[in-house]
């Protein structure tokens, strides 16, 4: 009997044992697929990010190039030059701004006898070609002065642009909207006038636009050349210099007033010359009334 029931517990211990071990070895293969099935997306998440970040930076540049905007500058130039040889600048200055694309607006000459001739050019010359025109100057003579602007009017002209364009999309609208919607004469009444009004701000901005891109497209430059026979640079006046200028002052002022003064008596010859006529008579006729009361009394 014992013998019996000492297999019978050996026997149910080796079930229990196999049982554990069937399911420690199920469970293992599973927790490896949960495993993986929780690794493999974020591995393929990240591969994907890791894939699409050179495309997103590109599109990000692209982007950028697209709305960059050129930069607008409104460019002004006043220059004053000495020149030995004038009629050579007179006849490059023109030539100069012409092959530049560029024209003249104003020319202003003087070539009074016995002075240094003298000229005054304005010109419109495209602002690519801006700085080559001042460069190109040098060989025309010395520079006194030069000043050189430019205004920054980027943003005005983006920002009118865009005004503009949402100006012409709201007058086409109102004009689909009078054709369609318009039952009556006062509506159509109504829909002219908005429309006038548009109009006329899309005309005063335009107006605007053209006048920046004008001003823009073309620099202004204005240039005053004088003749000199020898460029002297100016320098500080020494005191010989200072007493030699003073003394001419000073002998100029006395040969002007003895200038004046024979100038003066000139004028008041012909007053001076009826006063000694004058003089004369009241001197003489004292004496020929005596003489004639003599004689009287004689005869």
């Known amino acids: 009997m014992r013998p019996m029931l000492l297999a019978c517990v050996v026997g149910c211990a ?66 004053a030059m000495q020149t030995r040889n004038f009629t050579k600048a007179e006849r490059v200055i023109p030539e100069l701004v012409k092959q530049l694309g ?25 602002s690519e ?31 009118l642009g865009a005004r503009l364009a949402n100006k012409k999309r709201l007058e086409e609208r109102l004009l689909e909207l009078m054709k369609s919607k318009s039952t009556s004469v006062a509506d159509v009444i109504e829909f002219e006038r908005q429309v006038a009004q548009v109009r006329e701000e899309i005309e005063r901005m335009e107006g605007r636009f053209r006048f920046l891109t004008n001003r823009s497209d073309l620099s202004t430059i204005t240039l005053s050349i004088r003749e000199v026979q020898e460029y002297v640079p100016p320098q500080e006046p020494t005191f010989a210099t200072k007493f030699s200028e003073t003394w001419s002052g000073t ?11 024979v100038l003066n008596g000139l004028r008041a010859l012909p007053g001076l010359s009826v006063l000694i006529v004058v003089g004369l008579l ?18």
Request: neutral net charge; glycine residues 10%; aromatic residues 6%.
């Open 14 to 79: 080796a079930c229990v044992a196999g049982f554990l071990g069937c399911g420690a070895s199920a469970g293992s293969p599973q927790e490896k697929m949960r495993v993986q099935a929780s690794t493999t997306p974020t591995a393929s998440v990240a591969s994907d990010r890791s894939d699409d970040a050179p495309s997103v930076l590109a599109n990000r540049v692209s982007e950028r190039n697209v709305t960059a905007t050129p930069r607008r500058v409104i460019h002004s130039a006043d220059i």
């Open 102 to 126: 560029g024209y003249v607006t104003d020319i202003t000459l003087d070539r009074q006898q016995g002075e240094q001739r003298s000229g005054r050019w304005q010109a419109r010359i495209p």
């Open 129 to 159: 070609a801006f700085h080559l025109f001042l460069e190109e100057l040098d060989d025309v003579g010395i520079p006194e002065r030069r000043q050189v602007t430019g205004q920054d009017i980027t943003e005005e002209y983006v920002d």
């Open 251 to 261: 002998t100029g002022t006395f040969r002007s007033w003895g200038e004046g003064m």
């Open 282 to 299: 009241a001197l003489v006729s004292p004496r020929v009334a005596k003489r004639l009361m003599g004689n009287g009394r004689h005869a």
